[in-house]
Structures are given as C-alpha cells and as structure tokens.
C-alpha cells in the first residue's frame, strides 16, 4: 500500500511540474536542412610501439592501424582516419599528393634507459605498410633518434596545403557543420 502511494504522489508530482511551466512558442527547428560541410585542414598523429631512423629510412614497429586526426582553431575537432587509407595521400593521381609535395613532420621516441626523448624533424616520402610495420624515405631536416627505444609519435604538419584534400572521404580532413 505505502508503494502505491508513493507512486501516486510521484505521478501528481511530475504532473504538477509539467503543469507549471509556461506555455511559449517552441524554438524553429531546421530539421532536414541539409548544410554544406566545412572541410578545414587537419594535423595527422600516428603512434607506434617503436621507431627507427637510419639514414634516409624511418621505419616505425607496431603502428597503430588508425591515426589521429584534429583541426585546428576555430573548429577544434578530432577523429580517427585508417592508416592505410591515409597512405594514399602519397599517391600519384591528384596534382595535389603529397608524392608531389610531401608533409613535414616531427618523430619523438621515448629512450627506456633514461626516460628523455629523441626528436628528429623529416619530410616524409614514399610510404610503405607491411602489417604492422610502416617504412618512410625520409630527408632528415634536423636531429636523430639516437638509441631511443620506446613507444615512439610521428606529428605530421599539413600546413599550406590545399583546403579541398581527396582525403576529406577518410576523414583526414574533419568535415563539421559551419560555424555560425
């Protein structure tokens, strides 16, 4: 008996809330108005259980099979791409590619020994994903990777690139309702 009266003073409750607020216009809604979506450039992060450099080579162990993707100010998003699909940016068919322009991008590798971490700044070229295994030509712009030996970063800068990318399907490039 006391559950039911419980029950009923809990109904009459939320009924005499809902009773109390104000009747008013309800907000328009757009519902079904499709928006055009901004592609804005996107900043490219893959993780690896490990890297090494040598020579004009980067070779990264255990990489992840998604990267990070994030936007800058003023959209400020994030997401994942597959690495394989970001590979195909190195292709050949746009006049774009970065086969003909390629990206900067910094590696950090973390050294176990010491915990300090190694840094060298590349330009990336000529991709090549075996499993788990990623291998880049490099042009080694500044540091080294020393004896480093941990989980290791790659930051790809794609700056200065056209804003319209192939990539925008892959989610390279984060793809957001305008800003109002």
Request: neutral net charge.
């Amino acid at each position: 008996m006391r559950i039911l009266v419980l029950a009923l003073a809990a109904v009459i409750g939320l009924s005499a809330g809902a009773a109390a607020q104000a009747p008013g216009p309800s907000p328009a809604k757009t519902i079904g108005t499709p928006q055009q979506p901004l592609i804005v450039p996107s900043m490219i992060v893959l993780n690896a259980k490990g890297a090494t450099l040598s020579g004009s080579e980067l070779t990264l162990d255990g990489v992840s099979p998604n990267a990070i993707v994030f936007a800058d100010r003023p959209i400020r998003a994030a997401g994942h791409a597959l690495t394989a699909h970001l590979l195909t940016e190195w292709g050949d068919g746009a006049h774009d590619s970065f086969a003909k322009d390629p990206p900067n991008a910094t590696i950090s590798v973390l050294n176990k020994a010491n915990a300090s971490v190694a840094d060298a700044v590349v330009v990336l070229k000529a991709p090549r994903l075996d499993g788990d295994r990623l291998t880049f030509d490099v042009a080694v712009l500044e540091g080294d990777l020393g004896q480093a030996d941990g989980p290791a970063t790659v930051f790809i800068d794609i700056i200065d690139l056209p804003m319209a990318r192939r990539t925008a399907r892959h989610s390279a490039w984060y793809a957001a309702a305008r800003q109002r």
